[in-house]
């Protein structure tokens, strides 16, 4: 890529069609939540695959995770790591209700926000709290900037599969 | 967000983020088609959803009408757009074998890097070729680096699907 000069501003731009990228993708999974009565999500997305509670839960509980990562504070909802990040889906009962994890989901995702919105441009570029600063030096592209861009995706990942679900309990 | 004088490389650096959050996306899905023999990709995803073969003409297409989107030139398979676009899946016969599938999306990733590598950063800002110079002033967010998050995360959603692919064929 040429280098050349170009308005601070271009950066602060760049930050925000990010942002808004990851905010689509937050709206998009709680928008397939509230689309159905909330028994249908105790159902598996394809038949043998993973709950849709589960995968609620496992998308809360790595948004939450981001908040350490990023430097923006401690976890919300720590237990949530255990069933939903570490273990697969036991297709066991949730400890916690579908609307449960929906407000949790939403809690995590406005804190996250609450934190962006601190965050001057520059310091997306700063390396996430679990790289060391030797590593860092020697790969700058493990920034925070790649940590959104990667959960952003992740968030797309799941979706498609939610967007499985066979449901006709509307909510 | 607050405003800050900063390197201007800053904005390239983003970029590279970003083109290397797609790139990510594109060998995993390459890296999905590389894993069973061709005919596994003739088997729907999940029961009563789409076929890998179609998923992987669909994600083709899709990335192929990025090249006219971004104002890099002419779509090079356009005969993909009916059958892989506007069309469901059919569940008849693909005219394209898989591998054939494969050579095109290869081909079609290849010439959008080649074009990104020609772009400046504020090239990313600029609007993409539908939208108006009328409409871009009332949504500047309507820009080419908006379109590539939004395909970033195309794949990303079509990933998670193609990875319920159940398959034994290794290949």
């Not at 400890?95 to 997306?124: I, P, R």
């Not at 992740?154 to 509307?170: I, P, R, V």
Request: aromatic content about 8%.
């Amino acid at each position: 890529m040429q280098t050349q000069t170009i308005n601070p501003s271009a950066t602060e731009q760049m930050i925000q069609m990010v942002l808004n990228s990851w905010t689509n993708q937050n709206k998009a999974v709680i928008s397939f939540f509230n689309k159905y009565n909330d028994d249908a999500y105790l159902n598996e997305v394809a038949p043998g695959r993973n709950r849709a509670i589960y995968l609620l839960g496992h998308l809360t509980a790595t948004n939450d995770s981001l908040l350490p990562l990023l430097g923006l504070g401690d976890k919300l909802y720590p237990e949530l790591e255990t069933p939903f990040q570490i273990n697969a889906d036991d297709k066991k009962p949730v400890k916690q209700t579908v609307a449960e994890l929906k407000q949790y989901w939403e809690k995590v995702n406005a804190t996250l926000t609450e934190g962006f919105a601190k965050m001057l441009s520059h310091d997306w570029l700063e390396r996430h709290t679990r790289v060391s600063a030797e590593d860092f030096a020697l790969d700058p592209s493990r920034n925070k900037l790649t940590v959104l861009l990667g959960r952003t995706s992740h968030q797309s990942y799941h979706l498609g599969q939610l967007n499985f679900l066979k449901a006709d309990l509307k909510a």
